[in-house]
Nanobody, 118 residues
Framework: QVQLVESGGGLVQAGGSLRLSCVGS??????MGWYRQAPGKERELVAV???????NYADSVKGRFTISRDSTKNTVYLQMNSLKPEDTAVYLC??????????????WGQGTQVTVSS
């Protein structure tokens, strides 16, 4: 059974930093990443890292957020610096499992709230 457990969210002032962690269990993951969803908005990709450590970021977080992973611990991190009020959202961990050839299945964590005050 695949499980993803996030931690590290909270309340921070604008300009501050937070570090999110997501520990996965139950499978071997290819890509792992972070999405976020603000009230009334669609879920959006924040950052993703492949099993070969290639990364991709949303334009809105480039230069401020850094994604990394420790594959030995099935853990992905999101270091968030220079936080802005518009970063306020529920942040969800995502992990992909290759079930056959190029077919992948998505798994999601329960989410962690990040609130940035102005």
């Amino acid at each position: 059974q695949v499980q993803l457990v996030e931690s590290g969210g909270g309340l921070v002032q604008a300009g501050g930093s937070l570090r999110l962690s997501c520990v996965g269990s139950g499978s071997v993951f290819s890509a792992m990443g972070w999405y976020r969803q603000a009230p009334g908005k669609e879920r959006e990709l924040v950052a993703v890292i492949s099993d070969r450590d290639s990364t991709n970021y949303a334009d809105s977080v480039k230069g401020r957020f850094t994604i990394s992973r420790d594959s030995t611990k099935n853990t992905v991190y999101l270091q968030m610096n220079s936080l802005k009020p518009e970063d306020t959202a529920v942040y969800l961990c995502n992990a992909k499992v290759t079930v056959w050839a190029t077919i992948q299945q998505d798994f999601w964590g329960q989410g962690t709230q990040v609130t940035v005050s102005s």
